[in-house]
């Protein structure tokens, strides 16, 4: 079946670091790709998505290329903010008709000053 | 403004127990979804409803039951044959490819 795959955390930076959280997915076609975020007591706010092969999402500073060929979509920020503390997660919506969303296990970041 | 109510924020339910967590959505999206989320997990699907009075299982349904009696409200109840319901709850609904989620509520046994 579909998954998610996306690195372990917790993830601890110091603020203006560089930050990349890897997610690979296994679907087949050609599935949507988001990345989420999730503030401490909070529901999930869409962070970025790509909806085919090659797009890149991009939002507030944080940026996610869709790469087929290696069924990745890695987060990157160049410059992190003590405000990007959060949990991450990778989730994919297969193609088609398919309702659900497939999600990562999520990425703990802790950005300090 | 548009958006997802979910309450109560938290809750506290004795064993053997059934709760109910309200979803009010005013967005006029036509589905609706409930996810679990458990720490160090990612959401797991619970059910889902594509339309008034329609709903379907999702991959952990036992011991969850639904109704959508109304396009604007979606509750989920908890019973006593869910062996391990405390969790956070997440309510969410979707328009295209978008997917709205509401603040959650945290449902603990005692």
């Known amino acids: 079946g579909d998954s998610v795959t996306q690195m372990e955390g917790p993830v601890t930076l110091s603020e203006e670091a560089f930050l990349t959280i890897n997610c690979t997915y296994t679907?087949?076609?050609?599935?949507?790709l988001f990345w989420y975020v999730q503030y401490p007591g909070e529901g999930l706010q869409l962070l970025l998505k790509?909806?085919?092969?090659?797009d890149k999402g991009s939002n507030k500073g944080f940026e996610a290329t869709y790469r087929k060929e290696t069924t990745s979509f890695h987060l990157e920020k160049g410059s992190v903010q003590v405000s990007d503390s959060a949990v991450y997660f990778c989730?994919?919506?297969?193609?088609?008709?398919?309702?659900?969303?497939?999600f990562g296990k999520g990425t703990k970041l802790t950005v300090n000053p | 403004d548009g958006g997802i109510t979910q309450s109560p924020k938290y809750l506290f339910r004795k064993e053997g127990q059934n709760v109910t967590l309200s979803c009010e959505q005013n967005l006029n999206h036509d589905a609706m979804y409930w996810y679990r989320q458990d720490p160090g997990q990612g959401l797991r699907l619970i059910y889902y409803?594509?339309?008034?009075?329609?709903?379907q299982k999702g991959d952990i349904a036992e011991g969850y039951s639904v109704s959508r009696e109304k396009k604007e409200s979606f509750p989920l109840t908890v019973t006593s044959a869910q062996k391990n319901p405390t969790a956070f709850y997440l309510c969410?609904?979707?328009?295209?490819?978008?997917?709205?989620f509401g603040s959650g509520t945290r449902l603990t046994v005692v």
């Open positions: 409803s594509q339309i008034v009075n329609d709903f």
């Open positions: 989730a994919l919506k297969a193609q088609g008709g398919s309702e659900k969303l497939v």
């Open positions: 679907a087949t076609g050609y599935p949507s």
């Open positions: 790509a909806t085919k092969a090659d």
């Open positions: 969410a609904t979707r328009q295209g490819d978008g997917y709205t």
